[in-house]
């Protein structure tokens, strides 16, 4: 690792300025010069330092980290640019991952958390239960997974299409043989539905939708009771199709297939 004690000096000088252009103007440089070379602190350390926009710098987990050590002496510093370039280097640290509750009880991310952990015993993972598209770099998460239909709100990350799936419509028997009878989406309208708020946008809004709630456990266990016909993605209802205590309803009629996105920041280089 080569790291340049100048460029750790312009970007404290960034960060006591507050911007690019100020430390450049305090230190009668160009403003392309100090950016150039906090760039190349970032890229000599493997980590990215600051979020740049048009109007000021917000530091990241990084930045903060290496802004506290420039006050220790220097020998603590450079012990310190170690750590954060072998923080990078090597499968060891911390990450963290926004899902939607939906995915927090799923066979599928649980098997993949557990495998993960086991193949990477040194890593810390925190998972936390987000509905929406976080700030990753503001918030200091590394993933989030999402539904293709919700919008991201950084258009510069990166967004990973994986596991498509479909939704389909899911009652008990009981249910369907106490209520009006189903031969066509219009007739939806005498019923009670169930679904999520991803999937309650794809439905016609003339329709009552009783119950709309992130936890799809809880919308297959109300259908399963009859509570109503829950619009839910085919992997969660199907143990229980295979078990008889939920049956299709209106299988002839497809709808939209949907994916879940893994999104990330965008490579720095």
């Known amino acids: 690792m080569n790291v340049s004690f100048d460029d750790i000096y312009l970007f404290t000088q960034t960060v006591v300025h507050g911007g690019i252009s100020a430390a450049a103007e ?18 000599s350390l493997g980590v990215q330092l600051l979020i740049r926009t048009t109007r000021s710098i917000e530091l990241t987990e990084h930045g903060k980290r290496l802004f506290e050590l420039v006050g220790q002496p220097i020998d603590h510093i450079q012990q310190g640019l170690n750590a954060m370039h072998e923080y990078q280097q090597e499968l ?7 899902i939607p509750s939906a995915l927090m009880s799923s066979a599928a ?12 015993p040194e890593m810390s993972v925190e998972i936390e ?27 510069s990350y990166v967004q990973f299409s994986l596991l498509p799936y479909r939704s389909h419509f899911v ?24 679904t999520n708020r991803y999937n309650a946008d794809l439905l016609d809004p003339e329709l009552h939708v009783a119950v709309r709630s992130d936890d799809l456990n809880l919308l297959r266990l109300m ?18 199709l295979e078990d008889g205590k939920l049956v299709e309803v209106l299988p002839e009629f497809t709808h939209p297939k949907q994916h879940l996105t893994l999104i990330y920041p965008s490579n720095l280089f």
């Open 223 to 240: 259908a399963i009771a009859g509570n109503g016909i829950a619009f839910i993605p085919q992997v969660h209802s199907k143990p229980a």
């Open 109 to 120: 991310f649980n098997w993949i958390i557990n495998e993960y952990t086991t193949r990477y």
């Open 129 to 155: 239960n987000h509905q929406e598209s976080v700030d990753l770099k503001r918030q200091a998460f590394d993933l989030q997974l999402l539904p293709s239909v919700a919008k991201v709100s950084d258009d």
């Open 171 to 194: 009652a008990s028997q009981a249910y369907l043989d106490a209520h009006p009878p189903l031969q066509s989406m219009e007739d939806l309208k005498h019923h009670r539905l169930l």
């Open 92 to 98: 060891t640290g911390k990450v963290r991952v926004a």
């Open 26 to 43: 305090a230190n009668q440089l160009q403003r392309s010069k100090v950016s150039r070379r906090l760039q190349e602190l970032e890229k």
